[in-house]
């Protein structure tokens, strides 16, 4: 019976102790006693505050409970929300409560709202999520996971008393994980979120890992939305406290990049899309995180460009530094406008225009241990900057090995429409100022890159065609070995005026030595250039003849200074191609070179001879010179602005200027002089030229701008005329000497030299040899190119005359008889005719000096006094024509009329002569005169001049006439026609009849006589 009731009660007792554990698991839980256990266990698991809203529970058939959890939230210390939930369910099983062991099923989150927060040193803070795994239990009394005792302690013997636990699958639904990076711009916070996650996490009860699969959208307001997946493993510490490994799989659709805009490079442009991507991470606690990477980009502009990226990432388990990485970049028409953010202000391309090639393989290990190599190719790209205007577009192909210590660049090339530059070598130490550098370059230089690059060559330089150039480059910048070769056989090439190089002659520039372009010369020494041309054509008058096939060397110490060149001891030589000497040689220094105002300092032999002379006076044909002599010079100053002075020896120089200036060789000269040389006028300030006797002083404009005679000043000082005379071909011929001065201004009119000056002579003699001669010629000659003019010349004449003369008039073109043209008048006031002269011109008539004079006169006197002589005389086509030269005088009284012919020194006049004669006996004595009587007797007594002949006392017997003389002289006036014809030297002199003349001559001569 007790064994029945017992029966009885006992299920009672079970069935109301089950339903009693019901109705606790049923309504203890929403017990605020519950609630607040439940949250300040959550509080010291996580350290941070935990608030939970309401816990319900509801049993379940399969003899699992769900515990409903709602409201949770995390919040840190500093109050922010770190994590919070909608609603938490945990579906435990029962059963296995009743030994000691919490067996839940799975974990669903729903609305999960997460914060995962990178600090400002870069770590990244733990976040609680919950994560399936299991653990065995801790022992009653035990303290929250911080102050759990240490390992050894926990290494005891397990008792039976531990309650295990496990948590199989945990599922995340419509959550939300927010990033926020303190990090990546100190003092402030980015923020990004991760919307829309649903994932699960499943344990794995053989190797306690949990699976993770996840899928989640990344938009950004405005923007596509992109969808993100995520599989594999997470490995929970045995305490469930953190996760000690992860294992994830990552892949995205098409993302846009604004999004990453501040953990993206400067040279990724933001228009470019992810077309895929897929990651892998490993990651370990206190280990290493190796990523694996492999992502796609493509722009959506008109010309798609393409990005490829792929490698392998080991970051520091918190992800604060970088252990090692391998990257490999592949890009396709990858435009450079994408790079114009990260490009430095100066770079010499167009930012907007070309597009990049390129593959580059990066190794990272340390700072010290780190390499990138790969190829660029840079097409269609267009310089600019420094570079502007040196090609339309070109291709840059590069392909290159940088490391921390050397770049290796094994290749890079320039192509235009053909390759025009390669460079190659090493650069030691590239990140620092004292790199060293190992390079060999070639390149195809074109002249007019020069201006661009903002080096002027010197005014009127040109050169037509490429040159190819081959370098070496050793060293450190600021003392740079240089090797350099150009070879200019090819080019044409020109510095107009003055030397033309034609394409084919051989030629060639080098430099090679010490560069110092960035500091001081110090006591290094400088690169030394040379230049060699052959076939050169030369010149110095612009439009001069060439003087042709000349070789020309050059060789300099070589200054290379930030857009000039300065030339140091610098040499030149020109010489013609089967000559040994030299016909010209600069040496000096050239500085500024390739500047705005380039100097020269220096000085120059110049062997003149015939050639070079022809040359030289190409432009002034009537100047001529032979022979040869050494020209030695000084330059300095600028091109444009040049100081010069010269010095040379005439005596082995033949010259001729014109008709008014000849130096024969032989006779001793020298010639100095300084000036200026500017804006292509050449000026004398101070020139000088001696010849024995004579010294010449001159100034002003040696040639114009336009390369022709300009205004020369010419100084004489107490000169002997003997010795000018020698000079000037025009009066060679002359017999004179004595002081001259004189100031003559020469300029070229109709490409002939004239002079214009005034000539004053301070005592000049004439003395011809025969003739008249002139003593002490005082007075002034004005020239006037071919023209000369004197208000007054005063001298003595000695010969046929004697007194004082004054000459006064102008005559033009002496220079050509033929045009010779003028006036000129001579004046007398007294003097005195040489009767033993006049004689000797008389004889020539046949006449007795009786005729004129009183014969006791010239007896008695061999002079003949006058008051005056006077005539005017004009010039007209080389004639020199008078038509009132007279003497007057109280025993003589003459004048003539006529012509000499210069060009023939002919000489065809008249001259009328009238005197006193005894009458009778003067012309008795004449035998010329009887024999004409004896004659022609019969013809004076049909004409009846005989009676008048007797009637004077002419034709009487000689005994008669001498009778009658005896007994008295009477003196009777008589007039004597003459005729004057023949060279003026020896003229025939006839009487002439006074009706053989023309009416108007007989008139002219009385009146003259009268």
């Known amino acids: 019976m007790r064994f029945k009731r017992l029966s009885v009660i006992i299920p009672v007792i079970a069935v109301i102790l089950i339903i009693t554990v019901l109705l606790a698991l049923r309504f203890l839980p929403e017990t605020e006693f519950i609630r607040s256990n439940v949250q300040d266990r959550l509080q010291k698991l996580t350290g941070q505050q935990v608030s939970v809203g309401s816990i319900t529970v509801s049993p379940s058939c399969s003899g699992a409970l769900c515990l409903y959890i709602k409201g949770i939230a995390v919040v840190s210390p500093q109050g922010k929300l770190l994590l919070a939930a909608d609603e938490l369910t945990l579906k435990p099983d029962i059963l296995p409560l009743f030994n000691k062991e919490i067996a839940i099923e799975s974990i669903s989150v729903h609305g999960l709202r997460a914060t995962v927060k990178r600090n400002p040193d870069g770590s990244v803070a733990a976040v609680f999520i919950p994560v399936p795994g299991s653990s065995e239990p801790e022992r009653a009394g035990d303290l929250p996971s911080q102050d759990r005792p240490r390992a050894q302690e926990r290494q005891q013997p397990e008792t039976d008393n531990r309650i295990k636990w496990s948590v199989d699958t945990v599922t995340l639904t419509n959550a939300r994980i927010d990033w926020v990076d303190q990090h990546i711009l100190p003092g402030q916070e980015m923020q990004a979120s991760l919307k829309n996650v649903n994932a699960s996490l499943t344990r794995n009860e053989t190797d306690r890992k949990v699976d993770v699969k996840m899928e989640a959208e990344f938009s950004l307001e405005g923007e596509k939305r992109s969808t ?35 953990y993206l490079p400067p040279w990724l442009d933001r228009r470019l899309v992810v077309e895929h991507c897929a990651a892998s991470l490993n990651w370990v606690n206190n280990g290493k995180t190796d990523v694996k990477f492999k992502v796609a980009l493509k722009s959506e502009t008109k010309l798609p460009a393409q990005l490829k990226m792929h490698g392998d990432v080991v970051v520091s388990s918190d992800f604060s530094s970088l252990e090692s990485a391998a990257i490999t970049t592949e890009t396709d028409n990858f435009p450079m406008t994408f790079l114009s953010a990260s490009l430095p202000k100066d770079f010499p391309l167009d930012r907007e225009t070309g597009v990049i090639k390129a593959l580059v393989k990066s190794e990272w290990r340390n700072s010290r241990d780190w390499s990138v190599q790969g190829t660029v190719t840079l097409e269609d790209v267009v310089p600019s900057g420094v570079l502007k205007g040196l090609a339309e577009k070109s291709r840059i192909y590069t392909q290159a090995r940088l490391e921390p210590d050397t770049l290796q660049l094994e290749s890079l090339e320039i192509f235009e429409k053909e390759r025009i530059a390669s460079v190659r070598g090493t650069i030691a130490r590239p990140f620092v100022e004292d790199r060293n550098l190992e390079l060999q370059a070639q390149v195809l230089l074109r002249p007019e890159w020069s201006n661009k690059l903002g080096v002027h060559l010197p005014a009127g330089v040109a050169v037509k065609g490429t040159i190819p150039v081959s370098a070496t480059l050793r060293g450190r910048l600021e003392r740079l070995w240089v090797d350099m070769k150009a070879d200019l056989s090819g080019p044409e090439i020109e510095w107009l005026p003055y030397i033309e190089k034609p394409s084919g002659r051989k030629a060639s520039i080098s430099v090679k030595g010490n560069f110092l372009p960035l500091k001081p010369q110090m006591s290094v020494e400088p690169a ?26 050059f060789e300099s110490k ?77 330059i300095s100053g600028s091109p444009s602005d040049l100081n010069w002075s010269v010095a040379m020896p005439l005596a082995n120089l ?64 107490k000169a002997d005329l003997k010795q000018l005379t020698k000079l000037i071909p025009a009066a060679t011929q002359l017999k004179v000497a004595g002081p001259v001065d004189a100031s003559i201004t020469l300029n070229k009119r109709a490409d002939k030299i004239v002079p214009h000056g005034k000539v004053r002579l301070n005592g000049v003699d004439y003395h011809p040899g025969s003739g ?8 002034e000659v004005d020239i006037h190119g071919t023209a000369l003019e004197t208000s007054e010349l005063s001298c003595s004449v000695r010969g046929t005359l004697e007194g ?4 006064k008039g102008a005559v033009r073109h002496v220079d050509s008889i033929p045009e010779l043209n003028g006036n000129f008048s001579v004046a007398m006031d007294s003097g005195k005719i040489r009767a033993d002269r006049l004689k000797g011109i008389l004889d020539k008539a046949n006449l007795a000096l009786n005729v004129l004079f009183n014969v006791q006169e010239v007896q008695q006197t061999r002079l003949l006094s006058f008051k005056s002589l006077s005539g005017d005389f004009r010039i007209r086509q080389g004639d020199v024509v008078t038509n009132n030269l007279c003497v007057k005088g109280s025993d003589i009284r003459a004048g003539a009329l006529g012509t000499l012919r210069l060009h023939s020194m002919n000489l065809d006049a008249f001259a009328g002569i009238q005197t006193y004669t005894a009458v009778g006996s003067a012309l008795n004595k004449i035998p010329a005169v009887n024999e004409a009587i004896k004659k022609h007797g019969d013809l004076l007594k049909i004409t009846g001049l005989d009676k008048e002949l007797k009637r004077l006392g002419i034709g009487e017997d000689s005994g008669e006439a001498k009778t009658q003389g005896d007994a008295g002289v009477k003196k009777t006036p008589v ?17 002439v009849l006074e009706n053989t003349l023309s009416k108007e001559t007989v008139t002219n001569l009385k009146s003259l006589i009268n």
Request: with cysteine.
């Open 228 to 262: 993100l997946k995520c599989n594999g493993f997470l490995q929970p510490a045995p305490s469930m406290e953190s996760i000690e490994a992860a294992s994830l799989n990552i892949t995205t659709g098409s993302l846009n990049l604004r999004p990453f805009d501040l």
């Open 528 to 553: 030394i250039v040379n230049i060699g041309l052959t076939g050169v054509n030369l010149r110095i008058d612009p439009k001069g003849k060439w003087i042709p096939g000349k070789y020309v060397a």
């Open 558 to 634: 070589f200054m290379l200074r930030p857009k000039r060149i300065d030339l140091k001891e610098a040499r030149l030589s020109v010489r013609g191609g089967h000559e040994t000497g030299d016909i010209l040689t600069f040496k000096g220094d050239l500085n500024e070179l390739g500047s705005p105002a380039p100097n020269v300092d220096g000085t120059i032999a110049l062997q003149l001879d015939t050639d070079v002379m022809a040359v030289l006076l190409a432009q002034n044909q009537d100047i001529t010179v032979k022979g040869s002599a050494p020209l030695k010079a000084r």
């Open 654 to 717: 033949d010259m001729t200027a014109g008709n008014w200036f000849r130096k024969p060789g032989g006779l001793a000269g020298n010639i100095r002089g300084s000036g200026k040389y500017s804006g292509g006028q050449l000026d004398i300030t101070a020139g000088q030229v001696t010849f024995p006797g004579v010294v010449l002083n001159a100034k002003g404009k040696a040639f114009d701008r336009k390369g022709d005679l300009g205004d020369i000043t010419l100084d004489v000082s």
């Open 772 to 779: 008249l001669e002139l003593d002490r010629i005082k007075g």
């Open 804 to 807: 004082p003369l004054k000459i």
């Open 975 to 991: 007039t004597l026609l003459l005729k004057i014809h023949g060279k003026a030297e020896q003229p025939d002199i006839v009487p």
